[in-house]
């Protein structure tokens, strides 16, 4: 049973290795947004005239979006979640779930203030908050408050104004009651029933009620992410947070059970992958049992085993420094290290990853939802240049200047050779100007 999944059991003797590595490199790179590639034009041509009809058609255009994407018909007056709303899933929430939530809350403001920088004194810079962020939870199967909390709590640790969230009706017609008690408990209460590209379009350039913002964070699909990037020109991103993935880099120490059980948090996102790279090939051949083994307990069955073979793999290296430089170049968004007492040693050689998880009991599920660092992540190999979301993610710095007239004229003469040089002859005479007699 579940034979269909050896061929995701690739090793470094093989001769076309290097080729399957970036297949898979590349088919996950894609599941972030849609690329620049021939096969990806349409999608995104698709993307771009959503959001330039959002753009030019407003309201009108949400709602024709809403009813073909989401199947519900809302009137204007229905976008906005009320006060009443946001009350009554408050109310209704299970109190240990809201316990929890609590605790979770507690945990990311302590991180993020730890770490927030806009505290930092210094005459040559100053720190201010973004005025306005949006939020964009995606409408999943389940509801995603622990997203609520990763994307929410730094803005409000930055001091960020005014927070909007918006997410597709994909419950009775309506946000997920648990999204919205999230957001209550949060005291957030600009919340919208709008998703997809549609949503994002609104956040950037406004729509009837719903007023632009100066920052888009969150995850989400292709669409969604597509989006984010098409209007990076005009709004602030925080990065291209797609369909989830980690990498699992394991030796003969790791437990195969644990790293096939982590392998599968992510794969049952549907779409999501989880990659394995080793030195062991016992390790290996261990892994892909245990996959084919757990996997018949999962409800999920099938989308999973889709996912496992689209997008993952278990790949057999000569070496450890060969895993690294590979593990560099994926730059995953999840990154575990399951390697026993080598595994801190490894991770201080590791460049590219949106976050770490150090040792056998720091599965993925623990940063997700309680650690404290923020869960929203690059993906699509984009940990090469974006990070983690944080509190500093809704700060902009801006450079203070303030010279007397004794310091300018020491470097008077450096300046106007500098100005002069590039053939700026005014900004030269406005540096002369100050020093004449």
Known sequence: MNDQLDKILIKYDQPDFKDRL??????????????????????????ENIVNDVYERETEALLEYTEKFDRIKLSPEQFRVSKKDLEKAHKEIDSKLLKSIRQAIENVRKYQEEIYIGNFKHPGIKYTPIESVGIYIPGASAPLPSTVIMTAVPAQVAKVKRVVVVSPPRYKGAIHPIILAVCFELSIDEIYRIGGAQAVAALAYGAGEIHEVDKIVGPGNQWVQTAKYLVSADVGIDSIAGPSEVLIIANDKANPSWVAADMLSQAEHAPGSAVVFTDSQKLANKVLAELKKQINQLERFKETIECLEKYSAIAVFENME?????????????????????????????????????????????????????????????????????????????????????????????IIRLAEAEGLDAHAKSIKIRLQK
């Open 322 to 414: 060969d895993i690294v430089g590979e593990a560099n170049d994926f730059a995953s968004e999840h990154l575990e290290i399951q390697c026993g007492d080598e595994s801190k040693e490894i991770a201080k050689h590791i460049t590219n990853a949106g976050a770490i998880f150090i040792g056998d009991y720091s599965p993925v599920a623990v940063g997700d939802y309680w650690a404290g660092p923020s869960h929203t992540l690059p993906t699509g190999m984009t940990a090469r240049f974006f990070s983690a979301l944080s509190a500093n993610d809704f700060i902009k710095s801006t450079s203070i200047i303030e010279y007397d007239k004794k310091k300018l004229a020491e470097s008077a003469e450096d």
């Open 22 to 47: 970036e297949s898979l490199f590349s088919s996950i790179a894609e599941l972030a947004f849609f690329g620049f590639g021939e096969s990806q034009k349409t999608n995104r041509q698709n993307v």
